[in-house]
């Protein structure tokens, strides 16, 4: 494809994976639908202009959200937010938000609905650690090594921040219990 | 229902409720256009981002192996160069003056050399 600057091919695999991307992108931005589609089309442009090193040692979507993972931290490093490090997001504080929903949740648990905003809601409260590693794991089902390779941390780190993400949902969601 | 939603956060059941809020898709709406249109001819995309510096680490290394292969031409050129310097008599303007010339075109060639860099990043 590259010899030949094949960009009907590339246009193909842009428009195969735009929404896979964008959607992860959108949930790590946090509802920032604008920033998450700039760091789409950023994402496509080095996946573009580094195509010649994929080298299939991962599957194409998990490469690209590699790639895009190193665009949003890139990103958030620029707006000089805390990222990946061990208190990232601030455990006291997360754990203080997730009190707070944790009792607006008691309102009314009548709907599949409210319960989906809510959960959206406690998953805003997560450090981007955590937030990073279930977006990862749930909304792109990839399994604790491949989320490893795309955020560029070992095994047992994904592990923790799931544990700890879980961890704060339950706290969130006592009031739907 | 909400017997059931309420079930659903039970240890276990997070997980199923993790999952069944994966994003729904995103339509296209322009954006395979819009990244198509940003991407950058692959000639250039494809000079990697290293080769400046690894060039100018070989040209360095090509002068000092020529200066070393070569005393007696390296050691006469550089006896030269000096006599020339200080036989002249320089006075300070003219010593601001080159000074000034070598910053402008020091830093024209790093405008320059950036300014292709930053085109390769796209």
Not at chain 1, 112 to 128: C, G
Not at chain 2, 37 to 48: E, G, N, T, W
Not at chain 2, 91 to 113: C, D, E, K, N, R
Request: aromatic content about 8%.
């Amino acid at each position: 494809m590259l010899a030949h600057d094949d960009r009907a091919a590339f246009t193909d695999l842009v428009r195969r994976h735009q929404s896979s991307v964008r959607a992860c992108l959108r949930r790590l931005c946090a509802g920032n639908d604008a920033l998450a589609d700039d760091l789409a089309q950023e994402t496509f442009v080095l996946a573009w202009r580094k195509l010649a090193s994929f080298r299939q040692e991962a599957r194409f979507s998990t490469w690209l959200y590699r790639i895009a993972t190193n665009c949003w931290l890139a990103e958030a490093r620029k707006r000089k937010e805390v990222l990946f490090g061990d208190h990232d997001g601030g455990d006291d504080d997360s754990e203080d938000d997730a009190m707070t929903l944790a009792v607006g949740a008691t309102g009314d648990p009548s709907d599949a609905t409210s319960l989906r905003m809510d959960l959206m809601r406690a998953r805003e409260t997560l450090s981007a650690g955590e937030r990073a590693a279930i977006v990862q794991c749930y909304d792109n089902d990839l399994s604790h090594e491949e989320a490893a390779y795309v955020l560029g941390m070992p095994v047992g780190t994904v592990k923790t921040h799931i544990l700890r993400a879980k961890k704060k949902l339950k706290l969130a969601m006592a009031g739907w219990e | 229902m909400t017997d059931r939603i309420g079930a659903a956060y039970a240890d276990d059941g997070l997980d199923a409720a993790l999952r069944a809020q994966r994003p729904q898709p995103v339509v296209d709406d322009g954006f395979t256009a819009r990244v198509m249109a940003a991407l950058p001819p692959l000639a250039i995309a494809l000079v990697p981002a290293w080769r400046k510096p690894a060039v100018a680490v070989l040209w360095t290394f090509a002068i000092i192996g020529i200066a070393l292969s070569l005393p007696g031409v390296t050691q006469d050129l550089v006896r030269e160069t000096f006599r020339v310097y200080t036989a002249y008599p320089v006075s300070l303007p003219q010593l601001a003056f080159a000074v000034g010339a070598a910053a402008i075109a020091m830093w024209t060639a790093t405008g320059y050399a950036v300014r292709t860099s930053l085109a390769v990043e796209g």
